[in-house]
């Protein structure tokens, strides 16, 4: 009888070791936080970009409006490719463009502007880069679309085409 | 042409182990000698593989950039060195290596096993031809090292910096004759189960290999922690990632069945246990292999993924496993279940330390994969790391310490604890010392200085054991005082290690109560293959001497790649260590400077540990 | 006992020597338990990512604002996942995580006790 049992959980223990294994496979390992809940933004405080003014984040994030929130850097590769699409969006009345400027030098982002043009309605800077945290960001470029206070959709990496695209679709 | 030549003979070489399992089932029930085909077959397969391995090695040497291997993980501007080290730096030529080895053993073990059962030869080497022939065909299907590509490029991509090390060079080498040389003792195994040969005379044979398996894998593990010490930069030794877990279940299972071993060849007893033991070591290392390879883990160290090398691997896994469960399960009949076992006595202190090992073994088994069951039953992603290890091992080291001090003086079937009255007093003494030392330590005294007490103990029981024994022992005394002197360090360094992570731009100097570092300088020096930036920093501090440590950046060229290579000021009591880092957009750089005591120690005492393997397998040589 | 004069003497002029830990570690400690997302094999201590220094300024931030270890963990845990600790709390999510290792322990146990006990019967 022992004997019988034995093998019998030995083999379904393996089958089901073999099944995780498998199914496991197929996850990506690198981890990406969860993009689709739905959170408050941060109550903070920044300096705005090139200014010794702090402002609040209340006067920035006001209700019943669209905001952008984008985390850039002029020495950022992929900031400069995604710079077209926060072009465009500029030009769209119902959102407004918030940048943060993370952990860069006054000089280089003046620079990078001049060169490729302003999309944003206000900058703040982040030297250190904790504010990028506060955010749940954990690079740049990193984009946050806000919306009565709360953020409804995050990007990770440079905004394409598609996020565009989808960007448009939630202004309509 | 090499690559041509290279590619061909991994063709022959699978040719010629169907060819064995062939002869080897013709062989099967013929006369008593082994056919003089199979061992040619046997031979003609590791010849042609050495002859795969050195077309892949010429192509890296010429760099061939029509070989795709060479151009993923070659440069011409690279040292002939790191050229060569390259050919197994990669994952489809570090498979060929453990192919080189797979076929070298099998082939050894025909030649050295003259005087066992010819039955039981026969299935040993059918079962690593199934192994080998496995191999072959990943090798082959998935992971060729000789796909060619088309136009040829002029220059290849270069290997990754942090892998050119001579530590690094010779690392996978010899952990691969540990890994591959547990592939034997699981096909010697399953022979011997297979053919009813599992005996004292068994036991006596297979330890042979795996006194060599073990002794290779632990130095394997040792290059590797070396170097992640002075490579990585953050002054660790060990941080229980994925790729040192899979190395380190291994080698726990391989050190539990050295001591198991023991009692089946003395006292022909734990037969299964043996069986399954052997079994598992190879399994071990064959899931490691899947682990790493497939990317199913998230690690620092990491070859490049495909799924469907995954996929191979883990198919070719789990046959093996389920037809170790079939042989196990029908041919093995249970052992005499009669025998008495005494609560002081050596078979018990083996079991004892099986059944601490198999709790490690279990603890690191379990936080290794537990994250990829979690996700897949429940999309919940979460890290197991350092603080998890630690909690639910180091408590249990305790108890092992003491068990490790004790077990080794019993003898067999029924002993006596001699010389009580010595073995309280080594405890008082360790307590009063791990007392003295910790007195100024705040948070964790209590757990620390037991834990240090009872590596205190075995390290004065393991040192006069070692002095008065006969030379009889001397392996096992080696061993258990490397173990001792390991434990001990390992404790120490982690209590008294003490680090300063400081911003410094150059002329700067940071200062503490007792310690100031003083950047004075940057120089810049080109090399055949990176630039470095080299600076000057001046340590002074209360206790000792001051010391000029100088900390390199490496920039290089092939691929583009920012490397901090670390200053080490090394001494018997303890390691200096500093590294620089540059900052994004900021002129100052970020300085990490360590104090970590009796580091060397840990080396040392590692490499005590397998000098007493080889030792073990030296005599054992002798003997016969 | 002469053996045993000399290794106490060479322990304690060995141990003379060691330096104790500095004790504003509980910094230290904690970023040590948050995984990097940057180089995801390292911890946030021992990285020198961008993200890991901002995440060592930020922690001390909170520390100095008046929060306790498990407030920044619970702090960070809301905006990266469960995944950036490398001590997994005991939840749901966990309980095999921690059980099973142990149960490991006492089913040896249990055996090598058995094995003890058949040579009474």
């Given at each position: ?172 | ?52 391995f ?31 080290s390259?050919t197994w730096g990669?994952?489809?030529?570090s498979?060929?290596l453990w192919?080189l080895v ?67 060079a010779i690392h996978p080498p010899i952990l691969y004759l540990g890994y591959v ?35 290779f894998?632990?130095l394997g593990?040792?290059l ?401 | ?121």
């Amino acid at each position: 009888m022992k004997t019988k049992i034995l093998p019998f959980i030995f083999i379904s223990f393996f089958s089901f070791v073999f099944l995780i294994f498998y199914k496991g496979l197929k996850n990506p390992n690198i981890y990406t936080p969860n993009l689709n809940v739905e959170k408050n933004i941060p109550i903070f405080k920044a300096q705005i970009f090139q200014k010794e003014k702090l402002i609040s984040s209340e006067k920035i994030f006001k209700q019943d409006k669209f905001y952008l929130f984008n985390i850039w850097a002029s020495w950022c590769i992929p900031c400069r490719e995604e710079h077209i699409f926060l072009t465009q969006l500029s030009k769209q009345e119902k959102i407004n463009i918030v940048g943060l400027n993370y952990k860069d030098k006054d000089e280089n982002a003046k620079k990078f502007l001049s060169e490729l043009g302003n999309p944003y309605d206000i900058i703040l800077s982040d030297k250190n880069g904790t504010l990028a945290i506060e955010w749940g960001a954990y690079g740049v470029p990193e984009s946050f679309l806000v919306y009565d206070n709360k953020i409804v959709k995050k990007i990770i990496g440079p905004i394409n085409e598609k996020s565009f695209l989808e960007f448009i679709n939630l202004l309509k | 042409m090499a690559s041509l030549i290279g590619y061909y003979s991994l063709i022959i070489g699978l040719f010629c182990s169907l060819l064995t399992i062939f002869y080897s089932i013709k062989n099967f029930n013929d006369n008593n000698v082994i056919k003089k085909e199979v061992l040619f077959f046997t031979f003609l397969q590791f010849f042609f593989v050495i002859i795969s391995f050195l077309g892949l090695i010429v192509s890296f040497i010429i760099s061939d950039f029509s070989n795709e291997t060479v151009f993923n993980h070659s440069h011409t501007t690279k040292p002939l060195f790191y050229k060569i080290s390259g050919t197994w730096g990669n994952h489809e030529g570090s498979l060929l290596l453990w192919l080189l080895v797979l076929t070298l053993f099998i082939f050894l073990f025909l030649l050295k096993s003259n005087n066992q059962p010819k039955k039981y030869r026969i299935l040993t080497l059918a079962f690593q031809q199934i192994i080998i022939t496995g191999f072959f065909i990943f090798l082959i299907k998935t992971s060729s090292p000789f796909n060619y590509i088309f136009p040829i490029p002029s220059e290849g991509l270069g290997l990754n910096p942090i892998l050119q090390d001579p530590a690094l060079a010779i690392h996978p080498p010899i952990l691969y004759l540990g890994y591959v040389g547990s592939s034997i003792i699981f096909s010697s195994a399953l022979a011997a189960t297979a053919s009813g040969y599992i005996s004292k005379d068994w036991a006596k044979h297979i330890k042979g290999w795996v006194l060599i398996s073990w002794f290779f894998l632990t130095l394997g593990i040792l290059l590797g922690s070396i170097w992640a010490y002075y490579e990585l930069g953050w002054g660790g030794f060990w941080f229980w990632d994925p790729v040192e877990n899979v190395s380190l279940m291994p080698w726990l299972a391989l050190t539990t069945l050295l001591h198991c071993i023991l009692a089946l060849e003395k006292r022909s007893i734990l037969t299964s246990w043996v069986i399954i033991l052997s079994i598992a070591t190879f399994t071990l290392s064959m899931c490691g292999t899947f682990l790493v390879r497939s990317g199913i883990l998230n690690s620092v160290h990491t070859f490049a993924n495909d799924p469907d090398r995954g996929l191979f691997i883990l198919i070719f896994l789990f046959s093996l496993i389920f037809l170790s469960l079939f042989i196990f399960f029908y041919f093995h009949k249970n052992e005499n279940k009669n025998f008495k076992f005494f609560l002081l006595s050596k078979e018990t202190s083996i079991l004892v330390n099986n059944w601490f090992m198999m709790y490690f073994l279990s603890v690191i088994l379990v936080g290794t994969i537990y994250p990829i069951f979690l996700e897949v039953i429940s999309s919940e992603k979460i890290s197991v790391g350092p603080p998890f290890y630690t909690k639910l091992i180091v408590p249990f080291l305790i108890p092992f310490l003491f068990a490790m001090a004790i077990g080794p003086k019993l003898k067999w079937i029924k002993s006596e604890v001699q010389n009580k009255i010595n073995l309280i007093i080594f405890l008082v003494i360790s307590f009063l010392i791990s007392f003295l030392i910790l007195k100024n330590l705040n948070d964790n005294f209590l757990l620390n200085s037991i834990l240090l007490t009872s590596a205190f103990y075995l390290f004065f029981i393991t040192t006069k054991d070692f002095m008065i024994k006969k030379i009889q022992n001397f392996s096992q005394n080696l061993a258990h005082f490397g173990f001792s002197l390991l434990i001990l360090s390992i404790l120490l360094n982690n209590i008294f290690s003490t680090e300063v992570i400081t911003n410094l731009k150059i002329g700067e100097t940071f200062k503490s109560k007792n310690l100031s570092i003083n950047f004075q300088s940057i120089d810049q020096k080109d090399e055949q293959n990176f630039k470095s930036l080299i600076g000057k920093f001046e340590i002074n501090s209360s206790k000792d001497e001051s010391i000029i440590l100088k900390p390199e950046l490496r920039i290089y060229n092939q691929p583009n790649i920012i490397t901090s290579e670390a200053d080490i000021k090394i001494s018997l009591l303890k390691d200096r260590f500093i590294t620089m880092n540059s900052v994004q957009n900021q002129n100052y750089f970020n300085i990490r400077y360590q104090v970590k005591p009796l580091m060397i120690w840990i080396w040392i005492s590692v490499l005590l540990i397998s000098f007493a393997g080889i030792s073990s397998f030296i005599r054992k040589i002798y003997e016969n | 006992m002469k053996f045993l004069k000399y290794t106490i003497f060479i322990i304690f002029s060995l141990n003379i020597n060691l330096s104790l830990a500095q004790n504003d570690d509980i910094k230290s400690e904690i970023t040590k338990n948050l995984r990097c997302l940057i180089c995801q094999g390292q911890s946030v201590h021992d990285s020198d990512s961008e993200f890991a220094n901002s995440l060592k300024l930020l922690v001390d931030k909170k520390l100095t604002e008046g929060l306790n270890e498990k407030q920044i963990y619970n702090y960070l845990t809301e905006k990266y996942g469960e995944w950036i600790l490398y001590d997994p709390e005991f939840n749901e999510n966990t309980y095999f995580l921690w059980i099973l290792p142990i149960l490991m322990f006492l089913i040896g146990g249990a055996i090598i006790l058995r094995l003890l006990i058949i040579k009474k019967s």
